[in-house]
Nanobody, 128 residues
Framework: QVQLVESGGGLVQAGGSLRLSCAAS????????MAWFRQAPGKEREFVAAIRWSTGATSYADAVKGRYTISRDNTKNTVYLQMNSLKTEDTAVYYCAARSRGPVPPGLLAVGTQYDYWGQGTQVTVSS
């Protein structure tokens, strides 16, 4: 089992920045990929970014490319999501996810069912 705990959410003005953290505990050595998803009120959950633990290779949704950066600290078993130039449409609950199964084709990193563990989420609200 892997436990994921997100933190760092809050209220920020448009154009501002936030950094989310996702601390993993438990059988963390089994996690191959970590990702961030988000869900806005009344909308489907959507992929934000993913990172492969071993190589640091990253993948981003088009909506956040160039504004968000996903990174990891292997020594702390923590994944970060640096969010810059925030927009009101970035308002959502942000969830951390981990995949413990083997490699996944890059095109499937955005699919929620590819992940085995989920955090409880952290609210990000961007005001105009």
């Amino acid at each position: 089992q892997v436990q994921l705990v997100e933190s760092g959410g809050g209220l920020v003005q448009a154009g501002g920045s936030l950094r989310l953290s996702c601390a993993a505990s438990g059988r963390t050595f089994s996690s191959n990929y970590m990702a961030w998803f988000r869900q806005a009120p009344g909308k489907e959950r959507e992929f934000v970014a993913a990172i492969r633990w071993s190589t640091g290779a990253t993948s981003y949704a088009d909506a956040v490319k160039g504004r968000y950066t996903i990174s990891r600290d292997n020594t702390k078993n923590t994944v970060y999501l640096q969010m810059n130039s925030l927009k009101t449409e970035d308002t959502a609950v942000y969830y951390c996810a981990a995949r413990s199964r083997g490699p996944v084709p890059p095109g499937l990193l955005a699919v929620g069912t590819q992940y085995d563990y989920w955090g409880q989420g952290t609210q990000v609200t961007v005001s105009s």
